[in-house]
């Protein structure tokens, strides 16, 4: 038993290495790759540091409160969708473009997917900390204070975007990505609330898989 506890050890550490290695290569390539001839510097910039401060709190993390695998795999998945659109700006992704035109839309709406995104990957790393840290008893408790704190976070970064357009004035047309939208700042909200709710609804089970078995590792 004792020897094959080691062997399963040894293999669950090379998988996680090589999960590692993959996550920070596919990263770095794609926020170089975002980096190169973007649409507007100043769009690139201010859209992609959310995802370089994630990476930062996710390596001075990584040894003290290591998270499930899921949960990177969304968090990594939110950084390439928040790096595409700083590379080309929200309102000129190519697919969405393409997408706007076969659905005879009025406007590219790569934004909401971003907010949409807003509400999802922060509702599975909220769920996980309030789990893990035992915060909140009762599921449906849980479930309040996991869309409360995906609402407020939403709510922040919408505050983010009008500091940033009334300290950049024109410049910041771009990060804004409204498309002369008169509802776009609420709407924004409720595609991060939709993803929140989706979230729950998808990735609880095979999230409380994961935590289960990152606790007992721990």
């Known amino acids: 038993m004792h020897r094959q506890y080691i062997i ?58 290591r998270l499930t695998p899921i949960l990177y795999f969304f968090i990594l998945l939110h950084c390439i969708v928040l790096m595409v659109g700083s590379h080309y700006t929200y309102a000129e992704v190519p697919l969405f473009d393409w997408i706007q035109q076969a659905l ?5 709406n790569y934004d909401k997917l971003g907010h949409f995104m807003q509400g999802f990957v922060p509702a599975l790393l909220a769920r996980e900390i309030l789990i893990r840290k035992n915060v909140v008893n009762g599921a449906i408790w849980l479930n309040v204070f996991i869309l409360s ?12 975007e009008w500091w940033v357009a009334l300290a950049a004035g024109g410049d910041a047309e771009a990060f804004l990505g409204t498309q002369g939208y008169v509802w776009d700042t609420q709407s924004d909200m409720m595609f991060a609330l939709i993803g929140a709710i989706a979230c729950l609804l998808l990735l609880s089970r095979r999230h409380n898989y994961q935590i289960q078995d ?5």
């Open 8 to 65: 399963y050890e040894t293999e669950n550490l090379k998988r996680n290495n090589l999960i590692k290695t993959l996550w920070i290569v596919v990263y770095f390539v794609v926020l170089i790759w975002s980096g190169i001839n973007p649409k507007d510097q100043l769009t690139w910039l201010l859209e992609v540091m959310p995802a370089i401060i994630g990476a930062i709190l996710l390596l001075a993390t990584y040894n003290s409160f």
């Open 104 to 108: 005879d839309m009025g406007r590219n």
């Open 149 to 160: 704190v995906c609402l407020a976070f939403s709510a922040f970064y919408e505050l983010i």
């Open 214 to 218: 990152i606790t007992l590792i721990g």
